[in-house]
């Protein structure tokens, strides 16, 4: 079992930044792959970015790409989300999840997820 908590999220200005982070409880942090997910009302979740066990290997959609920046730290069992240039259309819930495998996972059928933080930016 793996729980998430994210946090991070708030309230920033068009062109600002945020960085999210989300930890894990367990002790097989490493083993999972992780991903980052966004909600805005009255859509899909849709993905965001991923990265590997090992942080060797990231994906990102192309929304985000040069950007965002998807990091982990095993020793914290932490992930990373760090946005920059952030638009008002990048408000949206942003979940964490995780996924047992060593590949770099880039599908949706993530095992665990985190209950979310917001953020929000205007304009």
């Known amino acids: 079992q793996v729980q998430l908590v994210e946090s991070g999220g708030g309230l920033v200005q068009a062109g600002g930044s945020l960085r999210l982070s989300c930890a894990a409880s367990?002790?097989?942090?490493?083993?999972?792959?992780m991903g980052w997910f966004r909600q805005a009302p009255g859509k899909e979740r849709e993905f965001v970015a991923a990265?590997?066990?090992?942080?060797?290997?990231?994906y990102y959609a192309d929304s985000v790409k040069g950007r965002f920046t998807v990091s982990r730290d095993n020793a914290k069992n932490t992930v990373y989300l760090q946005m920059n240039s952030l638009k008002p259309e990048d408000t949206a819930v942003y979940y964490c999840?995780?996924?047992?495998?060593?590949?770099?996972?880039?599908?949706?059928?993530?095992?665990?997820w985190g209950q979310g933080t917001q953020v929000t930016v205007s304009s």
């Open positions: 367990g002790r097989t942090f490493s083993s999972y792959a």
């Open positions: 990265i590997s066990w090992s942080g060797g290997s990231t």
């Open positions: 999840a995780a996924k047992k495998t060593y590949l770099l996972y880039t599908g949706l059928e993530y095992d665990y």
